[in-house]
């Protein structure tokens, strides 16, 4: 009798595979933004290229190390977004990023430099029908009725709620406000950068009361900001909040971006907001204590590159614990690039963002459908042959790859919207490698098969037989392919990764395309008469030979 274990239930095996195709496909179709395609890559559809040109406040040189680690930092983030197919390259003293599709904005919000410092606010107007005298912020009053909160719950005022602020100058301010001088045509744009910086610190970090109640009137908040990610944070600062509609004066910077220890975000569902949650480490918890405690009822701005990004009331102090939140106008894509951003730390320059532009395909979907077209002939010339060669076994084979096919698109499908995942032609290359690993693998079990009947045993009786010599021999052969995968991902770099990657995949799916499809496949063909027949599976030469060699060992026996 054949061993009975891995021939049981062949029917059972081939529902479970069902079963995985029919909940990867009801993901594909009902989640997400249900589009049946995968993501392709920037050399399949082209994409969105920014250049980052460096700045510094001295207008120096940036150093290659400084540029390497600016890299290096916004390769984490584009991975901690999802980002597939996504490049980081050093050109010069610039930084290039090319994201897949058209949209810039992403590529953009990768270079937000990330320097984060937490200022007590002194002043706040609204930025829109100011006039040239700008009217002194009221003072807040404690609110009577306030809740005790946790540190996380702290709250965001309103614009007519603003901290105590100093004594109003009681003075009549020029009608000519400060201004950026004229563009100079003999300095280099590095030098006019610089000359910009240098002026508006002079301006917006001054420590004249004056000079920051002129700034305040000043400043437009709908211009780009020079100083972004180059202000001082040992003076205080005008700056404007994101949204554009108030204008602070903020005292200098109590807590640095530097003592963040984690940053994510979630949304709120008592406020039903979402909220970027800070986790400092023990300096920056011990400053927060100190702070809150300071600035009970008062507002303190979370200021990023030189922008508020949040400007809360303290609604209890000294708040004690590493752990506080930013709130503000966030959507859930907003609130978890500014986590990424925090998260993955600041980088060492200030950048200028020129306009994003359009990159075309280096293949293009002609060579998509070249190397699809090329893959589609050698897979039929591999069924040909196996349908030549083992017959019946052959067909086994043919419905095993489509079953193999159907898994692997759907997994890229749900790759692709979970994680960013792109498919370029180097990926392309890996699927279809894997896939004739995976033809490799029956070869294997159905040579088993031939080498059991070779021993005179039925077409029935070898077929489990020889299953149990062949799983061993597919497991070790696979093993050693993923491995290979995994080291060759770790250690590649750009496309390599993404051909590593489906190889690795398509490996895996090869174990259980063989042991949910085929080995049941075969194990059911055996139990039926129709494909038992030599005639139909094309193993009758094998029998022939078995047959042969029972006769000639029966004529030595006798004789």
Not at 494 to 499: A, D, E, L, R, S
Request: proline share 6%.
């Amino acid at each position: 009798m054949p061993p009975s274990q891995g021939s049981a239930h062949p029917l059972r095996l081939l529902g479970v595979y069902a079963a995985l195709l029919a909940v990867i496909y009801a993901l594909v179709f009902f989640t997400g933004d249900k589009s049946p395609t995968p993501k392709l890559g920037i050399d399949l559809q082209g994409g969105t290229r920014v250049t980052l040109s460096a700045r510094t406040p001295d207008g120096s040189k940036p150093s290659q190390d400084s540029l390497k680690k600016a890299q290096d930092i916004i390769e984490n983030r584009v991975n901690g977004l999802g980002v597939g197919g996504s490049e980081v390259v050093i050109d010069g003293d610039n930084i290039v990023i090319t994201v897949p599709g058209d949209d810039g904005q992403q590529a953009r919000a990768l270079a937000t430099t990330a320097k984060l410092y937490i200022r007590p606010v002194l002043q706040a107007v609204p930025a829109a029908g100011r006039g040239a005298t700008p009217q002194t912020a009221p003072a807040t009053q404690p609110a009577p009725a306030a809740q005790p909160t946790t540190p996380e719950t702290t709250q965001p005022a309103t614009p007519e709620t603003e901290q105590s602020a100093p004594a109003p100058q009681q003075r009549v301010f020029p009608a000519q406000q400060p201004t950026q001088p004229p563009a100079d045509p003999s300095l280099t744009p590095t030098e006019e950068a610089t000359k910009e910086i240098q002026a508006a610190k002079a301006v917006r970090q001054s420590t004249d009361a004056s000079v920051q109640q002129a700034a305040l009137a000043a400043l437009d908040c709908g211009k780009a900001d020079p100083l972004a990610g180059n202000d001082d944070p040992a003076l205080p600062l005008v700056t404007c909040s994101t949204d554009g509609t108030e204008v602070f004066l903020l005292d200098k910077s109590r807590i640095d971006g530097q003592e963040i220890k984690d940053a994510t975000s979630g949304l709120n569902q008592q406020q039903a907001r979402h909220e970027v949650y800070l986790d400092f480490k023990s300096g920056g918890s011990d400053a927060w204590a100190a702070l809150t405690g300071e600035y009970v009822y008062k507002r303190v701005a979370f200021v990023l590159d030189s922008k508020v990004v949040s400007a809360p009331v303290v609604q209890q102090g000294p708040q004690q614990g590493g752990r506080t939140q930013i709130s503000g106008n966030f959507t859930a894509t907003s609130a978890k690039e500014l986590a990424n951003t925090l998260k993955y730390g600041s980088l060492p320059l200030s950048f200028q963002t020129s306009e994003a532009e359009t990159v075309s395909a280096t293949l293009g979907l002609s060579s998509l459908k070249a190397g699809l077209l090329a893959g589609a002939v050698g897979l039929v010339v591999v069924l040909l042959y196996c349908l030549t060669y083992y017959r019946m076994l052959g067909f086994v084979t043919g419905l095993s790859l489509v079953a193999s096919g159907f898994a692997v698109y759907g997994i890229m499908v749900l790759l692709g919207r979970w994680i960013g995942f792109t498919l370029d032609l180097a990926g392309i290359a890996g699927l279809i490698i894997g896939i004739g690993m995976t033809a490799d693998s029956f070869v294997v079990f159905f040579e088993r098969i031939k080498d059991e009947m070779r021993e005179g045993r039925s077409f029935r009786s070898a077929a489990p037989r020889g299953w149990q010599r062949a799983r061993r021999t597919i497991l070790s052969g696979n093993a050693v392919s993923f491995i290979a995968a995994a080291v060759l991902y770790i250690l590649a770099v750009g496309q390599v990764k993404g051909f590593a990657f489906t190889l690795g995949l398509t490996t895996i799916l090869d174990v259980v395309v063989v042991f949910l499809v085929t080995s049941p496949l075969v194990l059911l063909a055996s139990r039926t008469a129709f494909w038992s027949k030599p005639s139909v599976n094309g193993l009758g030469a094998i029998q022939q030979i078995a047959r042969e060699r029972k006769a000639a060992e029966a004529a030595l026996g006798k004789a």
